[in-house]
């Protein structure tokens, strides 16, 4: 069956393998970018594809696209919220201007997309909502705390999403890619190094800053494949809440699960002693 997906930031990086995994598939695709030109640049011309311009901070232009979308092609069943980019730097080096900038793309702009959709899912009590997060939403990493806090953001806003969704037929995933080979280490394009410099910090921040740069075209995941993917999790009757995705994350996941059950179980005695005396 034909869907209608609807895939943010698809000129570059994921979102171009997201869009050609559902077209080839033979979905309809709203792809949208900044610049809309890119995305037919990055898709090409397709009567299956609507590109349109889209700053995922801007609500009123949220709601215009999905209105677009409806005009175009009659439906939303499929939304994946993808655009992002990656604020990177140790927390004192990264100025509040860029927290709260990093905030309002990775964070508040799913939030504007998802809020401007959620109407047209509810009509059709039907449609899956995606929301790509990060292993930086599962596991805390160096150099990573603006980012991070974006990604964990949004794992609990779709944890609880889902309760509000279910009884309407729209199902939610949460996705969690590892290290795979996409844009997003692409200085100035999608990262953007800390503004502020303190000397305490100068050695580490200019060595980790090599060590990123080193890695981008080197990751291992192939974002083809976590597109196919995502078709295939679309078509379940039962799609996943969550969807670890590569094995370096499944590995950090489970070394995490396991260092958790491993504190609960050494201060079990102290956390479950915390009800008042009287009660």
């Not at 999905?66 to 100025?95: C, P, T």
């Not at 927290?99 to 009509?123: D, K, S, W, Y």
């Not at 944890?159 to 795979?180: A, K, M, Q």
Request: glycine letters at 8%; a negative charge.
């Amino acid at each position: 069956m034909s869907n209608v997906w609807f895939i943010t930031g698809a000129a570059r990086g994921m979102g171009v393998d997201l869009a050609k995994a559902a077209l080839h598939a033979g979905h309809r695709v709203v792809g949208t970018a900044r610049d809309a030109a890119k995305v037919t640049a990055a898709l090409g011309e397709h009567e299956n594809l609507l590109a349109l311009s889209l700053d995922v901070t801007d609500a009123e232009a949220s709601v215009a696209a999905a209105q677009a979308a409806v005009e175009r092609f009659g439906s939303i069943d499929v939304l994946v919220n993808n655009a992002g980019n990656f604020y990177a730097g140790y927390f004192e080096e990264i100025s509040d201007r860029q927290m709260r900038q990093q905030m309002e793309t990775n964070f508040f702009g799913p939030l504007n997309v998802t809020r401007a959709i959620l109407p047209v899912m509810r009509q059709q009590r039907s449609g899956h909502v995606f929301t790509i997060t990060s292993a930086a939403g599962l596991i805390g990493q160096e150099f990573c705390a603006a980012y991070a806090a974006t990604k964990f953001a949004l794992e609990g806003w779709m944890e609880s999403l889902r309760y509000d969704l279910e009884p309407f037929g729209i199902h939610t995933t949460i996705v969690e890619p590892g290290f795979f080979r996409t844009e997003l280490l692409v200085e100035g394009a999608s990262s953007i190094w800390p503004e502020l410099s303190i000397e305490d910090y100068q050695e580490r921040t200019t060595a980790t800053i090599a060590a990123w740069k080193s890695m981008n075209g080197q990751q291992g995941g192939d974002p083809a494949k976590l597109g196919a993917a995502l078709v295939t999790l679309a078509a379940l009757e039962t799609p996943p809440l969550r969807f670890v995705a590569g094995a370096d994350v499944v590995a950090g996941a489970e070394d995490k699960a396991r260092l958790l059950l491993a504190q609960v179980e050494a201060h079990r005695e102290l956390s479950s002693d915390m009800a008042l005396e009287n009660a």
